[in-house]
T-cell receptor
């Protein structure tokens, strides 16, 4: 049973436009949600996070929105740049026990120049 | 900073042999390290949680006798794939968490294992 889902395997946007990556989850007990960026043959790099008690967190070009009632979060990148092209993983964490991350399957973002 | 390294970055081995992968936190001490496995075009699947000085906690379905994890110091955890088979071929990634951190995990660059 996949607790974190990214239903869009890929997304293509034009440079300068907004990229919106979506993520759904099933476990309402998750305390934190994180977005990671990953290039091939490299480890994920942390981008931005949001606590379950908030509905928005912004960091430069990156904004994460959380809709707890819908169990949905999204990552907005604006303006998109060619260097943003990578695979983006959504992850969730329970702030208890081993506090391990549960990852979604990833969305490949391609930003066209 | 928070840098995590892995060695080797790429390894090819023959079926039946064992392979050891090292994960090091270079500029911080990590009381907890995690080992993940990623199949092509799929998500990172948590294999086990490694705590310094104690036995690793394995996820359901992960054979602890096949994937030996040792977290001997605050900066080093090792994953040994024993009696490797072609189906063990995968991308293995470790991450480390700083003491007191709630969710920040810093990932290594990964190790590509190919078993022939």
């Amino acid at each position: 049973d996949q607790q974190v889902k990214q239903n869009s395997p890929s997304l293509s946007v034009q440079e300068g436009r907004i990229s919106i990556l979506n993520c759904d989850y099933t476990n309402s007990m998750f305390d934190y949600f994180l977005w990671y960026k990953k290039y091939p043959a490299e480890g994920p790099t942390f981008l931005i996070s949001i606590s379950s008690i908030k509905d928005k967190n912004e960091d430069g070009r990156f904004t994460v929105f959380l809709n707890k009632s819908a169990k949905h979060l999204s990552l907005h990148i604006v303006p998109s740049q060619p260097g943003d092209s990578a695979v983006y993983f959504c992850a969730a964490l329970l702030d208890t026990g081993r506090r391990a991350l549960t990852f979604g399957s990833g969305t490949r973002l391609q930003v066209q120049p | 900073g928070a840098v995590v390294s892995q060695h080797p970055s790429r390894v090819i081995c023959k079926s039946g042999t064992s392979v050891k992968i090292e994960c090091r936190s270079l500029d911080f001490q990590a009381t907890t390290m995690f080992w993940y496995r990623q199949f092509p075009k799929q998500s990172l699947m948590l294999m086990a949680t490694s705590n310094e000085g104690s036995k690793a906690t394995y996820e359901q379905g992960v054979e602890k006798d096949k994937f030996l994890i040792n977290h001997a110091s605050l900066t080093l955890s090792t994953l040994t794939v024993t009696s490797a088979h072609p189906e063990d071929s995968s991308f293995y990634i470790c991450s480390a968490r700083k003491p007191g951190a709630v969710y920040e995990q810093y990932f290594g660059p990964g190790t590509r294992l190919t078993v022939t």
